[in-house]
């Protein structure tokens, strides 16, 4: 250990934070668990990004990758191994104006980029939250506010450069290291650090954005109404609806129907949202004309004692009714978690099941069950939580790894089909043989 760390000294461009310096108490978390690493890196350059990994490898220690550090099982950090922080890698430059392609380092977050892209009227499809970051969202999937137009965050991957387990940088896109291409768009962590992705953006105007509430007594027909209409609305319409929200009456609290309109045409806008402000009683109405870089919203950092339990799962055709059926009833009844339902379909539904390793191609919706409080009102309400995905379980498959609180084997099963976890997992054996990046939802190599 004491000759790793003094190569790590020798190479290392960037920040050594170890336990009794002034900043570890903030580094050593992730934004939402707390976690005691030997050492947190932050390095200033791909060379860095290199030497800890070399590091790591070298001092066999954990390894924790973090970029935005939102990762509900905590993957950013981890308990007396090494964190590499990719904070301090976050460029964002258009590099080709005319093809609109963005080059994006490996630790900026979402807000950060689109700040950056504003200026030049481009937006990518990503998530809701600024402070969560691109690799994390892209590298699982990416469920964003323009998802039914222009598809998940990854679909908009052009080229990623990635640190593997063995210090190579290695570039991968459609024309080269294809195959590792395909894993990294939905593979998660499990193949290295990206310190650089490419994006195709796309030209964007304002948006209509805003949401609007019916009462919770009409939380079924409400919801079902609603995804029928998703089925034959504009693809330009993209739409989560909320149940249940804590602060505004729990299981009395309106149901929520957020919408992003990707347009600035009133009269288009007035025409696709219609619909929607007939499905009940409408309680509040305000959607508005909003610049599209304004879409994502603050994060939040728990108090300290508070934990996030989510879990998600995905809801085909067949079984949307039941599925929401049940929602609303939960979602009305005293003790429930938060529900959270994200229409899916359209652009993400029209790329080949096995083009990229992400595997749910085919659902209409994905929806999220999120439980807060500290760790001994959590482990009371489980049994009502599990009661309630046991109604589920017959009519939903899958999950969404952005919304898992967990890395169980199960989780990871529900994540990846039996197909697409052998074919990541001989991904893994060529770039990862020994495991190196195995905090995250883990494809062991093969």
Avoid at 100 to 110: E, K, M, P, S
Avoid at 118 to 132: F, M
Avoid at 260 to 288: M, N
Avoid at 370 to 376: A, D, L, S, Y
Wanted: aromatic share 6%.
């Amino acid at each position: 250990m004491k000759s790793a760390f003094e190569t790590l000294r020798r190479d290392f461009g960037g920040d050594i934070i170890e336990p009794g310096g002034a900043e570890y108490e903030s580094a050593s978390r992730s934004v939402l668990v707390e976690g005691s690493p030997a050492c947190v890196l932050r390095p200033k350059s791909v060379e860095d990004v290199q030497a800890a990994v070399g590091f790591a490898a070298g001092a066999g220690l954990a390894l924790s990758v973090r970029g935005g550090g939102h990762g509900f099982p905590g993957f950013g950090t981890n308990d007396g191994g090494v964190v590499i922080d990719l904070g301090k890698l976050a460029a964002v430059e258009v590099i080709d104006a005319e093809r609109h392609l963005v080059r994006i380092g490996g630790g900026a977050t979402w807000g950060e980029v689109a700040a950056a892209l504003a200026p030049h009227g481009l937006a990518i499809s990503s998530g809701d939250t600024k402070s969560v970051g691109v690799g994390g969202l892209t590298l699982s999937g990416g469920i964003g506010w323009k998802v039914r137009k222009y598809g998940l965050a990854l679909d908009n991957l052009v080229a990623v450069h990635l640190v593997t387990a063995d210090g190579e940088v290695v570039r991968a896109s459609a024309a080269d290291n294809p195959e590792l291409f395909w894993a990294l768009r939905g593979g998660g962590g499990n193949f290295g650090i990206v310190t650089a992705f490419e994006f195709a953006a796309h030209p964007t105007t304002d948006v209509f954005h805003g949401r609007i509430t019916f009462p919770a007594a009409e939380a079924a027909t409400v919801l079902q109404g609603w995804a029928d209409y998703l089925r034959t609305a504009p693809e330009e319409l993209t739409s989560i609806a909320n149940m249940a929200n804590p602060f505004a009456g729990g299981p009395e609290a309106p149901v929520e129907i957020h919408i992003v309109f990707d347009s600035d045409d009133p009269g288009l806008a007035e025409k696709a949202l219609d619909p929607i402000r007939h499905l009940g009683t409408v309680i509040v109405d305000e959607v508005a004309l909003t610049p599209a870089s304004d879409l994502l919203v603050d994060g939040m950092t728990p108090p300290p004692g508070i934990q996030l339990v989510t879990r998600s799962a995905f809801v085909d055709k067949d079984s949307v009714s039941e599925v929401l059926e049940i929602l609303a009833d939960v979602g009305t009844t005293a003790g429930t978690p938060v529900i959270s339902v994200r229409s899916v379909g359209g652009a993400v539904s029209r790329v080949p099941d096995d083009a990229t390793a992400y595997a749910h191609r085919q659902a209409e919706l994905m929806f999220v069950t999120t439980t807060v409080g500290p760790k001994p009102a959590l482990d009371a309400a489980r049994p009502g939580l599990d009661a309630i995905w046991g109604r589920l379980a017959p009519h939903v498959s899958g999950a969404y790894a952005n919304f898992l609180a967990t890395a169980t084997e199960e989780d990871v099963a529900a994540v990846y089909p039996p197909e697409t976890y052998r074919r990541l997992a001989a991904v893994k054996r060529q770039y990862d043989p020994g495991n190196l990046f195995a905090g995250n939802h883990n494809v062991r190599p093969q």
